[in-house]
């Protein structure tokens, strides 16, 4: 990824292949690159869109990889496929109805089945085409599973990266929306048009009220996909039961050709992603590769890992589509799971993920453990008698966002304000409405994998309100670093409501927080670090402490917050055997 933005910068000249092929320990390459040419391909309904075919020189049949694209193809994927055809392998990119070149409405995901699956019809029938690989990374991945519904003898392989069919937990976590992730998104791609500032629409949709018509004042206009977005924090809304959506998240088991699927620990997407290759009909044939890096395979954050260089764009995806499209060795596992897990520099390959854990409890305790640079309560220890501690929360004073997997991760590139992964943490203890839990410190190094829980006991004055922890990994000195982190609200307490629970104020609720999967090596001398607050803002939208949804609220409240301590409140931790 270090060379990602020279890439995008140089796109109108002769891009490096040849420093991708050494920096990421490529063969050498075979073929000479051809020259685009651009047809039309009709779809079902009438529609033209817009499709750039590349071969490499003087090849007439070629095995192809296909991708459909709704993004400038000079971002990236021209290169990906100038790198693609020097190997020998055509090359096809699909402009999405309503993007670019292509004729018809831009309503995201809702056309990509039909459209996707007409596509790869016509590509079947293609005498250039020997054989067929689907490719893409984020919403090209969606697109290549859109085609995956009912895929021709030609189709060997999928690659696919940073995304997944079943999209709920990327849209809502427990009623509270992704801005860093879908509200940025929207302000980059509101139509066929760019705006002349994402970042100024981004920021307009934010401080507008209600949110819902947002899209008026920062979009450009009614966007119905936005609001549909909006509406579908709940498992029964209506969104969920769109023919597309539902289509779309049925398709996993019906793939039966070998998938390289690559997910991030700093990716939106992580979720759905690892849902969607458990699901898979070929999973026994399949490999997945879980990195340390953002949604655009980036290393953000204080730490870093060198083996995971290039694995996102090349390493990973460029043998795989020489083994299975021209027979080539894989230098790689064909099955099983590749992790990277921060706090060591180098990967595991295991048959699953996560490895075989147990479970460790660490009670949140009333009692002061640290006062340095902030007060910090214990964390562990045994069950003792129930403690209140209480803060306010003020929706117009959010907590600001450090870190963490809710953001695209492309600050300056596209409209993004939040760095994702490991950040360095502020220790602002200036705030009341930030509570912290700290550990004993490490006496040997500890692996922690899959999804922690925080069942944290509870009480508010408001009849909705939110509740969200972070994770983080704090050294002999006191830095602290983002490691994971999770929210819920009063009204979806747990993972497995599907409907509003009410709340009566002042009552208790038992609410339990799942944290982002992760995997994480803490060292000799560590401290884990738990913190307890009620936003995490820009990533997840800011609750305003009213039972209607934040999206049509106009007048946020205050609410007086109080957590039950001593033995009620637990964090379970998965630790490695």
Not at 401 to 419: D, F, I, P, Q, Y
Request: hydrophobic share 40%; net charge negative; with cysteine.
């Amino acid at each position: 990824m270090k060379y990602l933005l020279a890439f995008v910068l140089c796109s109108a000249c002769s891009l490096p292949q040849n420093i991708v092929r050494s920096s990421a320990a490529l063969p050498d390459f075979t073929h000479e690159e051809g020259s685009w040419r651009d047809l039309d391909v009709t779809m079902r309904d009438g529609i033209k869109l817009k499709t750039h075919v590349l071969l490499p020189r003087g090849v007439e049949r070629a095995p192809v990889v296909l991708m459909r694209n709704p993004y400038p193809r000079d971002l990236l994927f021209t290169f990906e496929c100038s790198v693609f055809v020097r190997y020998g392998l055509g090359c096809v990119v699909q402009d999405a109805r309503g993007q670019r070149e292509s004729e018809g409405a831009w309503y995201p995901l809702v056309n990509e089945v039909d459209d996707s699956e007409d596509t790869l019809a016509w590509l079947d029938a293609q005498p250039f085409a020997e054989s067929i690989a689907l490719f893409g990374q984020s919403y090209l991945a969606g697109t290549a599973l859109a085609a995956s519904t009912n895929l021709p003898p030609k189709v060997k392989t999928l690659v696919l990266a940073v995304f997944g069919t079943d999209l709920r937990p990327v849209l809502s976590e427990r009623g509270l929306f992704h801005h860093e992730l879908l509200t940025v998104w929207a302000a980059y791609m509101p139509s066929r048009e760019r705006p002349a500032s994402a970042q100024a629409s981004y920021e307009r949709a934010l401080e507008h009220r209600p949110h819902l018509t947002s899209d008026e004042v920062a979009f450009g206009g009614k966007r119905e996909w936005y609001r549909e977005w909006l509406d579908g924090a709940l498992p029964s809304a209506a969104l969920w039961a769109l023919p597309a959506n539902q289509k779309l998240a049925a398709v996993p088991p019906r793939i039966q050709v070998p998938v390289l699927y690559i997910e991030g620990f700093d990716d939106p997407f992580l979720v759905a992603g690892l849902d969607t290759f458990a699901r898979l009909g070929s999973r026994e044939r399949s490999h997945l590769a879980l990195l340390p890096t953002s949604h655009i395979g980036a290393q953000p954050g204080a730490v870093e890992m060198p083996s995971a260089d290039g694995q996102y764009l090349w390493k990973l995806p460029v043998p795989w589509l020489l083994h299975y499209l021209k027979g080539a060795p894989l230098p790689y596992p064909e099955t099983g799971v590749t992790s990277w897990a921060r706090g060591e520099q180098r990967s595991q390959h295991r048959e699953t993920w996560p490895p075989p854990t147990h479970d460790e409890v660490l009670v949140l305790q009333p009692t002061q453990a640290r006062a340095e640079p902030c007060v910090q309560r214990a964390l562990g220890g045994e069950a003792s008698t129930p403690s209140l501690l209480s803060y306010r929360y003020n929706p117009l004073r959010p907590w600001p966002s450090e870190g963490g997997a809710r953001g695209l991760g492309m600050k300056g590139l596209v409209a993004g304000s939040l760095t994702p992964g490991p950040v360095r943490q502020t220790w602002d203890c200036a705030r009341g409405d930030v509570v912290r839990f700290v550990a004993e410190p490490q006496l040997a190094p500890r692996r922690i994998a899959g999804r922690m829980r925080l069942e944290l006991s509870a009480r508010s004055s408001a009849k909705d309100t939110a509740f969200y922890a972070k994770l983080v990994d704090i050294d002999a000195e006191g830095r602290a670093v983002h490691l994971t982190d999770g929210a819920a609200t009063l009204r979806l307490p747990t993972g497995r409501d599907t409907e509003w629970v009410p709340y009566a104020p002042h009552s208790v609720r038992q609410l339990e927080i799942d944290f982002f999967p992760t995997e994480w090596v803490l060292q000799p001398g560590h401290r884990l670090g738990l913190w307890v607050s009620s936003s995490n803002y820009p990533a997840l939208s800011a609750h305003l402490n009213t039972e209607a949804q934040w999206f049509r609220a106009t007048e946020p409240l205050l609410a007086e917050q109080t957590l039950e301590l001593g033995g009620p409140s637990v964090l379970r931790l998965h630790v490695a055997d």
